[in-house]
C-alpha cells in the first residue's frame, strides 16, 4: 500500500512538471512562445470573432501593469466554461501577449494536466495543478503561495466548478481565502463576473459535449469590481474568540502560525472571508445584468 501511494505520488509529480514552469526554464523562449500564441488566440475570440464589452476595464489594467513593486495581486471570477480562462483577458488594450504580466491561473488537474505534453503546454502557459477533493492544503496550493509570496498575480474560480446558468454566485470553496490568509504579503483581491463564455463555449451543443472550438458570434460581457479589503488582524482576532463548531468532521489541518489559529478557528475565518468575496460577487453580477438591460 504505501509502495503504490509513493508510487502514485512519484507519476503526479512527473505528470505535472513543475520545472516547465519555471520563468527560466530554456531562457524563457518556450513560455513566450505559448503565452504569444494563447494570447493571440484570446484576441481573436474576444476582440475579432464576438463581441465583447468590458466594464471598469481600467481598475484590472492599472492593478496588473502598474500596482506597488513586491504586491502580490488575486483576481477572482465566476466559472462558466473551460475557455473562460484565456478568452477573457483577450479585450482590446490588455497586454494578452506579454509573458512576464501575464496572469498564473489555477487549473483543474484532471482536465489540463492528463498526459505529460498537455502538463508542460499548461505549465509554460502558468498554470497551477488543482487536484479535485485534496482540500486547501494539498502541495499545489504551496504552488499557489509561492506564486504570491513573489508579488504575482494569480487568477482563482473559487466556486470551484463550471455553471452554464444564470444564476446567483454560488457558495465560494475555502481555498482562495485561505490564499489571503496564508500569503506572505497580504494580495490585492479583484473581484471579476462575466456572462457569454457560455455560449462561446457550451457544455452540451455538439451532440450532447463541448464543441470542438469556441464558437463565435456572441456576446460576452464584463465587469470588473474594486478591491475588496479585509482586515486581517480584527478576524484572526475574532477567529480565535468565536464559538467553536465541535459537530464538523476535522480533515487534520495544520495551525497557522505565528497567530496559532486552530482549524475551528480557521474554518470560522474562512468561512467569513468567502461570504463577503462571495457577496460582493453577486453583486458584481446583479450590476453586469442591469448593465446588459439597459
Known amino acids: 500500500m504505501e509502495t503504490s501511494a509513493a508510487e502514485g505520488a512519484a507519476a503526479a509529480a512527473a505528470r ?3 520545472w516547465a514552469g519555471r520563468a527560466g526554464h530554456l531562457g524563457g523562449i518556450p513560455r513566450a512562445v505559448v503565452v504569444a500564441a494563447v494570447g493571440a488566440l484570446a484576441k481573436a475570440y474576444a476582440s475579432l470573432l464576438n463581441t465583447t464589452t468590458v466594464h471598469n476595464a481600467d481598475a484590472l489594467l492599472r492593478l496588473v501593469s502598474s500596482r506597488p513593486s513586491g504586491t502580490p495581486l488575486l483576481t477572482v471570477s465566476n466559472h462558466m466554461s473551460t475557455m473562460d480562462d484565456p478568452l477573457m483577458w483577450g479585450f482590446k488594450g490588455f497586454p494578452t501577449t506579454d509573458a ?3 496572469r498564473w491561473v489555477l487549473t483543474a488537474e484532471d482536465i489540463c494536466f492528463r498526459n505529460v505534453f498537455m502538463s508542460y503546454i499548461f505549465r509554460l502557459g502558468k498554470c497551477v495543478p488543482i487536484t479535485r477533493g485534496a482540500g486547501i492544503y494539498q502541495d499545489h496550493m504551496n504552488e499557489a503561495l509561492e506564486v504570491l509570496s513573489t508579488g504575482d498575480w494569480l487568477h482563482s474560480f473559487p466556486e470551484g466548478k463550471i455553471a452554464q446558468d444564470d ?3 454560488r457558495r465560494l470553496k475555502w481555498g482562495t481565502a485561505s490564499l489571503i490568509v496564508r500569503a506572505p504579503a497580504t494580495p490585492i483581491v479583484l473581484p471579476i463576473v462575466h456572462s457569454g463564455f457560455e455560449k462561446v463555449m457550451p457544455e452540451k451543443s455538439f451532440f450532447g459535449r463541448r464543441p470542438p472550438v469556441p464558437l463565435w458570434n456572441k456576446e460576452i460581457d464584463i ?3 474594486e478591491p475588496v479589503e479585509f482586515d486581517l488582524p480584527s478576524l484572526k482576532q475574532a477567529a ?6 465541535s459537530s464538523f468532521e476535522r480533515k487534520g489541518w495544520p ?4 497567530e496559532g489559529l486552530d482549524e475551528a478557528a480557521q474554518r470560522w475565518l474562512y468561512q467569513k472571508m468567502s461570504d463577503k468575496i462571495q457577496s460582493v460577487m453577486e453583486t458584481l453580477r446583479k450590476k453586469l445584468v442591469d ?3 439597459h
Open 255 to 258: 495551525s497557522i502560525m505565528p
Open 16 to 18: 505535472t512538471l513543475r
Open 167 to 169: 444564476q446567483p454566485i
Open 291 to 293: 448593465l446588459k438591460q
Open 100 to 102: 512576464k504580466l501575464e
Open 223 to 225: 465587469i470588473v469590481g
Open 240 to 245: 480565535r474568540t468565536a464559538p467553536q463548531d
